[in-house]
């Protein structure tokens, strides 16, 4: 019997070994931790060699004062810094383009409003006065965007009537959707006022949504109601424009 009872003291022996060496396991875990920290210091000493590093860069002006032969890799080290000046250049010609936009934002040019979607459609006035999408690219597809506060108003830029040109509105068609027609221009008509908004891009011409009392111009290639203006609500905007100049506008001038 005292065989058997002596026979668990070596077991909680051994069970307080393995309690003691997993605290140490434990302990040299957090002993690494501590030598990474403390060993931090050490990497201090890096900006040892750093100022011996910046001695040979202090040492390289003075070598290119003399102009030697010898120092010609760190005269093409210089060059390269050169370099990167002249890629900025490069961003003149979306300079040019956006200078271009902003006198057609100012109703300086008459234009044409091409669908992003279908490269062969503009807008254009039909002959009931609706404004569609069509193949005519001619004086029925011109159109001047006049500033008016924050919006635009977009004006026929051949059609006149009555000697004055006509606006761009939207029109209720009962439980159809609206459509655009022309109309006598009337500045302080809110269906008259166009949001004018830049959609973000890459490359490329910039690209343009065109809104009325937060109804936005669509078309829809398989639709069956031509172009029309909609909330877009849970819906993404399909329908963008790019503004091709047809020259100075020539609007009519009034008295």
């Given at each position: 019997?005292?065989?058997?009872?002596?026979?668990?003291l070596?077991?909680?022996?051994?069970?307080?070994?393995?309690?003691v060496?997993?605290?140490?396991?434990?302990?040299?875990?957090?002993?690494?931790?501590?030598?990474?920290?403390?060993g931090?210091?050490?990497a201090?000493?890096?900006?040892?060699?750093?100022?011996?590093?910046?001695?040979p860069d202090?040492?390289?002006?003075?070598?290119?004062?003399?102009?030697?032969?010898?120092?010609?890799?760190?005269?093409?080290?210089?060059?390269?810094?050169?370099?990167?000046p002249a890629?900025?250049?490069?961003?003149?010609?979306?300079?040019?383009k956006?200078?271009?936009?902003?006198?057609i934002l100012?109703?300086?040019?008459?234009?044409?409003?091409?669908?992003?979607?279908?490269?062969?459609?503009?807008?254009?006035?039909?002959?009931?006065?609706?404004?569609?999408?069509?193949?005519?690219f001619?004086s029925?597809?011109?159109?001047?965007?006049?500033?008016?506060?924050?919006?635009?108003?977009?004006?026929?830029?051949?059609i006149?009537?009555?000697?004055?040109?006509?606006?761009?509105?939207?029109?209720?068609?009962?439980?159809?959707p609206?459509?655009?027609?022309?109309?006598?221009?009337?500045?302080?008509?809110?269906?008259q006022?166009?949001?004018?908004e830049?959609q973000?891009?890459?490359?490329?011409?910039v690209?343009?949504?065109?809104?009325?009392?937060?109804?936005?111009?669509?078309?829809?290639?398989?639709?069956?109601?031509?172009?029309?203006?909609?909330?877009?609500?849970?819906?993404?905007?399909n329908?963008?424009?790019?503004?091709?100049?047809?020259?100075?506008?020539?609007?009519?001038?009034l008295?």
């Open positions: 019997m005292r065989r058997f009872v002596t026979l668990p070596p077991v909680r022996v051994a069970a307080l070994g393995a309690v060496a997993g605290l140490a396991l434990t302990q040299g875990c957090a002993g690494t931790a501590a030598a990474d920290t403390i931090a210091p050490p201090a000493a890096a900006p040892d060699a750093a100022p011996d590093t910046a001695a202090t040492a390289a002006p003075d070598t290119a004062a003399p102009d030697t032969a010898a120092q010609g890799k760190p005269a093409a080290k210089a060059a390269n810094p050169a370099a990167k890629a900025k250049p490069a961003a003149k010609p979306r300079k040019t956006a200078s271009a936009d902003k006198a100012a109703g300086l040019r008459q234009i044409n409003l091409n669908l992003v979607q279908d490269p062969d459609g503009t807008l254009s006035v039909d002959r009931t006065g609706r404004v569609n999408l069509a193949d005519d001619g029925r597809a011109l159109f001047v965007l006049v500033p008016n506060g924050k919006t635009h108003l977009i004006k026929t830029g051949k006149t009537k009555g000697g004055e040109a006509l606006c761009v509105s939207l029109k209720r068609n009962g439980t159809k609206l459509t655009l027609v022309t109309k006598t221009c009337d500045a302080g008509d809110r269906w006022q166009w949001t004018i830049a973000k891009g890459r490359s490329g011409p690209k343009y949504a065109l809104s009325s009392c937060s109804a936005y111009i669509q078309w829809f290639r398989y639709g069956t109601s031509g172009v029309i203006a909609q909330e877009l609500g849970d819906d993404t905007l329908t963008t424009f790019i503004f091709t100049d047809r020259g100075a506008a020539k609007l009519p001038t008295g």
